[in-house]
């Protein structure tokens, strides 16, 4: 099914920067009548405001911490699309003395953030028509990288994680996507040490709404992101996305 977001009122995690301001900045752009900009600090979103006025309102949101997560799906009742972009990056090998460290602290955010923004938010989106929740997985939910294992493990568990909310969340006409995207010119693409071959953020943001166009659960919008969705293509579509039984 597609998805159109015209006059829809939208959420966006990790707001403030890198894809979370892009996004904000393109869902008003291509008609949203209000996003809320999901940050840590509230202040942080002020720039976006400044340019967009009361289209734009910060809220907060706290990915390790639950409490912030349930006052804002209280706070944000009129949501109908959900875009979970916030997230956290280490990159450690699994033989790094912090390995299990740097996973527990990914998977908080990750995985167990993703977890509870669904528990908070379905609800939401259910009693206002269906709309609309996607998660910001990554390439290497598909692929693992050895330098990156830590930060490749929890985005793995994220994407099975949002599989389950594809299936679960039909029922109530909710669209989920997932969304994998390679390297991104964003503060969290330096830290990886991928600059040099990061491609700009916008093409994130254009790879979501066509994939809301055409009603897609998967979504690969960069170079590379292309290239493993391109080999990983049958395997999504007989199995990730076929309707199997667990017998």
């Known amino acids: 099914m597609s998805y159109d977001i015209t006059h829809k009122t939208v959420l966006v995690t990790g707001a403030n920067r890198g894809i979370g301001r892009v996004l904000v900045?393109?869902?008003?752009?291509?008609?949203?009548?209000k996003v809320y900009a999901a940050v840590r600090r509230l202040e942080s979103a002020a720039p976006l405001v400044e340019k967009y006025g009361d289209k734009v309102?910060?809220?907060?949101?706290?990915?390790?911490?639950?409490?912030?997560?349930?006052a804002?799906?209280?706070?944000?009742?009129?949501?109908?699309?959900?875009?979970?972009?916030?997230?956290?990056?280490?990159g450690e090998t699994p033989l790094a003395e912090d390995a299990i460290a740097s996973l527990e602290f990914q998977m908080n955010v990750n995985v167990y953030g993703l977890i509870q923004m669904?528990?908070?938010?379905?609800?939401?989106?259910?009693?206002?028509?269906?709309?609309?929740?996607?998660?910001?997985?990554?390439v290497v939910s598909i692929k693992?990288?050895?330098?990156?294992?830590?930060?490749?493990?929890?985005k793995a568990a994220a994407y099975s994680i949002t599989q389950a909310l594809r299936e679960l969340l039909?029922?109530?006409?909710?669209?989920?996507?997932?969304?994998?995207?390679?390297?991104?010119?964003?503060?969290?693409?330096?830290?990886?040490?991928?600059?040099?071959?990061?491609?700009?953020?916008t093409l994130v943001a254009d790879a979501i709404f066509k994939a809301l166009d055409h009603g897609?659960?998967?979504?690969?919008?960069?170079?590379?992101?292309?290239?493993?969705?391109?080999a990983y293509q049958s395997f999504a579509e007989n199995?990730?996305?076929?309707?199997?039984?667990?017998?």
């Open 144 to 154: 693992t990288f050895s330098h990156f294992a830590t930060y490749s493990a929890s």
């Open 216 to 230: 897609d659960f998967h979504v690969f919008p960069d170079s590379m992101a292309r290239q493993i969705g391109a």
């Open 72 to 90: 804002a799906a209280q706070a944000a009742n009129d949501v109908q699309v959900v875009i979970n972009n916030g997230g956290v990056f280490q």
């Open 25 to 33: 900045e393109s869902f008003i752009e291509r008609g949203a009548a």
């Open 57 to 70: 309102v910060p809220i907060h949101i706290d990915l390790a911490d639950r409490q912030s997560i349930n």
């Open 118 to 138: 669904a528990q908070a938010f379905a609800p939401v989106l259910k009693a206002n028509g269906g709309g609309v929740f996607a998660q910001l997985n990554s």
């Open 170 to 201: 039909q029922e109530q006409g909710t669209l989920v996507l997932s969304v994998h995207p390679g390297p991104i010119a964003t503060k969290m693409g330096d830290a990886a040490g991928l600059t040099e071959i990061a491609e700009p953020p």
């Open 239 to 247: 199995i990730v996305e076929a309707n199997l039984s667990e017998g």
